[in-house]
Nanobody, 127 residues
């Protein structure tokens, strides 16, 4: 069973940057996708970005395109989310989770598979 652990959240001013890490407890299979999902207070959880472990194809929500970058380090079994030019609306709990790579290819959006989730890390963007 794969365990995912997020880190890197915190408090940052608008316009600032943070890098989130999602460390897996073991080798992430090549046929997996890993995504970042966030939940703001009073809002539904949304897909932010996802990456196919095999091939490295990436997708982003429109709200973060050009500001966030997802990447993977297969040797470290870790997926990262580099977040730049942060806005107050980026505030929320960020989770990494197993995502659906086929859905990603078909639709260009991210969907979690509901089986493997991290515990979440809080990101607060505020002056």
């Amino acid at each position: 069973q794969l365990q995912l652990v997020e880190s890197g959240g915190g408090l940052v001013q608008p316009g600032g940057s943070l890098t989130l890490s999602c460390a897996a407890s073991g080798l992430i299979p090549n046929y997996y996708g890993i995504g970042w999902f966030r939940q703001a207070p009073g809002k539904e959880r949304e897909g932010v970005s996802c990456i196919r472990i095999s091939g490295g194809d990436t997708n982003y929500a429109d709200s973060v395109k050009g500001r966030f970058t997802i990447s993977r380090d297969n040797a470290k079994n870790t997926v990262y989310l580099q977040m730049n030019s942060l806005k107050s609306e980026d505030t929320g709990i960020y989770y990494c989770a197993r995502s659906d790579p086929l859905y990603q290819v078909r639709t260009g959006t991210c969907r979690n598979l509901g089986d493997y989730w991290g515990q979440g890390t809080q990101v607060t963007v505020s002056s």
